[in-house]
């Protein structure tokens, strides 16, 4: 199994698709390589694309906020996009970029292991848990596929532009919430101490 360094030297050299040719980093991923609980967007934005660090423009802000509702921070969740460069004007990741990019994903999620596999909008979720997923109908639910339980959420960015979506979301959060004491006491047990210190 490829390390760390050797992934992330991978994915900066990649030029498996026409991502590539218009991108100013690759954003590879952020959070703790430990966690039992990983986020999986769809792409990377501007900002993104800017720092190399995913979900750090308005959406992102707004899905830190969302989270810190249920006590999680980057310390305690890995965070990765399906495709690694940013489409161009932000449009949906074609499904050839996506198949040039997710042998790097599936090598991501071997090595961070994590039992919680949370999907960040319809793109996502149709990657990994469905190809018929539809988000308004679905989100929250979770499965198991294998060795992990899954669900999905709205993208922020969707929430943004629809703040009607928002309390269906702040309901799915307290599911992950439940899911993460059921399957990651430590997990919940950081969180709320590190909300009390």
């Not at 050299?13 to 991502?19: A, E, P």
């Not at 990765?80 to 040039?100: F, G, L, T």
Request: aromatic share 8%; charged share 25%; with cysteine.
């Amino acid at each position: 199994m490829v390390t760390w360094e050797q992934l992330q030297a991978m994915c900066g050299q990649c030029q498996k698709c026409s991502l590539a040719d218009t991108r100013h980093n690759v954003v590879f991923g952020d959070g703790n390589p430990n966690a039992d609980i990983m986020f999986v967007g769809e792409g990377p934005g501007e900002q993104e694309d800017l720092t190399g660090i995913p979900f750090v423009g308005a959406a992102g802000q707004l899905l830190d906020q969302m989270l810190a509702i249920i006590d999680l921070d980057r310390t305690q969740y890995y965070i990765v996009n399906i495709v690694k460069c940013r489409p161009p004007r932000n449009r949906d990741p074609q499904n050839i970029e996506q198949d040039a990019c997710i042998p790097y994903l599936r090598a991501q999620v071997r090595l961070v292991r994590p039992k919680m596999i949370v999907c960040l909008g319809r793109i996502a979720a149709q990657r990994l848990i469905d190809p018929s997923y539809r988000i308004t109908r679905e989100h929250g639910q979770w499965v198991q596929k294998g060795q992990f339980w899954m669900t999905a959420i709205y993208h922020p960015s969707a929430l943004l532009r629809d703040v009607n979506k928002r309390p269906e979301t702040f309901d799915d959060l307290i599911g992950i919430r439940e899911k993460i004491k059921e399957l990651s006491p430590e997990t919940y047990q950081e969180a709320t101490a590190a909300k009390q210190s």
